[in-house]
Structure formats: structure tokens, C-alpha cells
T-cell receptor, first 111, second 113 residues
Framework: DGGITQSPKYLFRKEGQNVTLSCEQN?????MYWYRQDPGQGLRLIYY???????QKGDIAEGYSVSREKKESFPLTVTSAQKNPTAFYLC??????????FGPGTRLTVT | KQEVTQIPAALSVPEGENLVLNCSFT??????LQWFRQDPGKGLTSLLL?????REQTSGRLNASLDKSSGRSTLYIAASQPGDSATYLC????????????FGKGTTLSVSS
């Protein structure tokens, strides 16, 4: 089956700890994206990557970091510098004509 | 800065009714417009993609239209069913930011049997 996988589905961390969210796709898409969803706010762009070894900040990149060493993988690290990390995180990928496909999401809770 | 607005925020209809969800955007220089469905606690499912050169797309009981000049899109759902109950999200992309999407806040649809 082709698609996007995110793991884990639920993640709990203590304040001050860094945590890495996994995103893998087997759709052979060049572009990948990370969004954050908060109640009542809609989805907002954190980082995006259009090609391996290249990525760009989105609207709310502060406190987050990413890497894109392989076409299939685009992990997101939530650092201790992120002030409000509790949220639902969604990964997406796109090929031509840039129709985006989303993974099932990771719900991160930081206490 | 592009802004996307969806009206209404919530909608309740009886089964079998035809309905229209509205989406408006402030900058007409878009690359694509996508409609998604999201069930509670789940990821997004792509319903329809309309490229900037297109006026509408259809999939089964769904029809989406795009009027770039007026900054509007509508999603028409025919003969609604209880299984259509979900949040519907509209999103647009531009040639900037790697064609990342800018989302509206969604319309939550409830279809009663």
C-alpha cells in the first residue's frame, strides 16, 4: 500500500525534553511538509522540504527542527525551546501537481 | 498575506439534503485549491484538487468549483448521508513556500438520519 506513515500515534513527554516525530512516505514524492493543528486555529505550516537535503522554515518554525537525508523520510524534532508544544502534528507529501496527501498524525502531549 | 475563510463554521442537515460549503481566499494568485475531509482525531483525506486553470472538479456526490477572480470556492455535496459527518477543510497553495497549503478553519458537518 502506498501512503504516509507517522509514528507514534500518541506521544507524552515531560517539559524540557526534546522529542522526534517520524514521517515516512512511499509515494515517491519530492515535497514533504509538517503542519501543526490546534483547536480553533486550523493547520499551520512548520517546515517544508522540496528536495532531499533542503528544507525551509514555515510560519511557526521557532522551537522546531527537521532533516531530510532521504526522500522517504522527514522527521520533526520538537525542542525544549518550543513554548507550547502540545498539539496534533500532521505530515504531508506531494508530487506533481502538488496534491497533498496527509499521514494519520501524532498527538503530542507535554506536561 | 493569504487568508482563507470558511462559512459556515458548523452545519446540521437531515439525511438526503443537498448542501453547499463555502470557502473564500484573499489573494487570487493561487496554484491549487484542495478540499479535505477530517474525522475526529484523524489525519486529512484529500477529496478534490482544483488546479488554478480549472473551474471545477467532480468525484461521486462531490463537486467543487473555483472562481479565482472573486476568490471563492464551493463544495457541493449531493444527497447527504450520516457518513458524510466530518469537518471539511479548504486550503490553497501558491508558488511560494514550496506550494505549502494555507488552510481555513473548516466547516463541521453533521448529517442526521
Amino acid at each position: 500500500d502506498g501512503g504516509i506513515t507517522q509514528s507514534p500515534k500518541y506521544l507524552f513527554r515531560k517539559e524540557g525534553q526534546n522529542v522526534t516525530l517520524s514521517c515516512e512516505q512511499n509515494l515517491n514524492h519530492d515535497a514533504m511538509y509538517w503542519y501543526r493543528q490546534d483547536p480553533g486555529q486550523g493547520l499551520r505550516l512548520i517546515y517544508y522540504s522540496q528536495i532531499v537535503n533542503d528544507f525551509q522554515k514555515g510560519d511557526i518554525a521557532e522551537g522546531y527542527s527537521v532533516s531530510r537525508e532521504k526522500k522517504e523520510s522527514f522527521p520533526l524534532t520538537v525542542t525544549s525551546a518550543q513554548k507550547n508544544p502540545t498539539a496534533f502534528y500532521l505530515c504531508a507529501s506531494a508530487g506533481q501537481p502538488y496534491e497533498q496527501y496527509f499521514g494519520p498524525g501524532t498527538r503530542l502531549t507535554v506536561t | 498575506k493569504q487568508e482563507v475563510t470558511q462559512i459556515p463554521a458548523a452545519l446540521s442537515v437531515p439525511e438526503g439534503e443537498n448542501l453547499v460549503l463555502n470557502c473564500s481566499f484573499t489573494d487570487s494568485a493561487i496554484y491549487n485549491l484542495q478540499w479535505f475531509r477530517q474525522d475526529p482525531g484523524k489525519g486529512l483525506t484529500s477529496l478534490l484538487l482544483i488546479q488554478s486553470s480549472q473551474r471545477e472538479q467532480t468525484s461521486g456526490r462531490l463537486n467543487a468549483s473555483l472562481d479565482k477572480s472573486s476568490g471563492r470556492s464551493t463544495l457541493y455535496i449531493a444527497a447527504s448521508q450520516p457518513g458524510d459527518s466530518a469537518t471539511y477543510l479548504c486550503a490553497v497553495s501558491s508558488n511560494q513556500a514550496g506550494t505549502a497549503l494555507i488552510f481555513g478553519k473548516g466547516t463541521t458537518l453533521s448529517v442526521s438520519s
